[in-house]
């Protein structure tokens, strides 16, 4: 329940502050948020298989983040961002999508 209204908390703060993404931070945040969304559904899948730990949840939500905005860009920096960029979103989407197989498999066991 408290995580539930700590996602309310947090989209209602969104909608009124409407914050601003510097200039500069644009191309790393949606890989950004595809990392967070890869953590949660890795941690949504280890609560449903009874091993979740929320360090390890804490430190994997951001390690996912940093690394991929790391990877972009040191592929700004090199000259080939787009590239990395579809290549963590390809690596990301992976993941989910697997996560979000396992979780189905053990929600409706099929």
């Given at each position: ?10 989209v209602v ?12 931070f644009?191309?790393?945040l ?5 990392a ?7 941690g949504?899948?280890?609560?449903l298989d ?14 996912n ?5 790391l990877?972009v860009f040191l ?6 961002g ?7 979103v390809v690596?990301?989407?992976i993941r ?7 979780i189905?498999?053990?929600?409706f066991?099929?």
């Amino acid at each position: 329940m408290i995580a539930v209204l700590g996602l309310v908390v947090g989209v209602v703060a969104g909608l009124v502050v409407r914050p601003v993404v510097p200039m500069a931070f644009e191309p790393y945040l949606p890989i950004a948020v595809v990392a967070a969304l890869d953590a949660v559904f890795g941690g949504l899948r280890a609560m449903l298989d009874g091993i979740f730990d929320d360090k390890v949840f804490v430190v994997s939500f951001l390690s996912n983040v940093v690394v991929a905005a790391l990877i972009v860009f040191l592929g700004d920096k090199l000259g080939v961002g787009a590239q990395l960029s579809t290549g963590v979103v390809v690596v990301l989407g992976i993941r989910i999508f697997s996560n979000a197989a396992a979780i189905r498999r053990h929600v409706f066991r099929a």
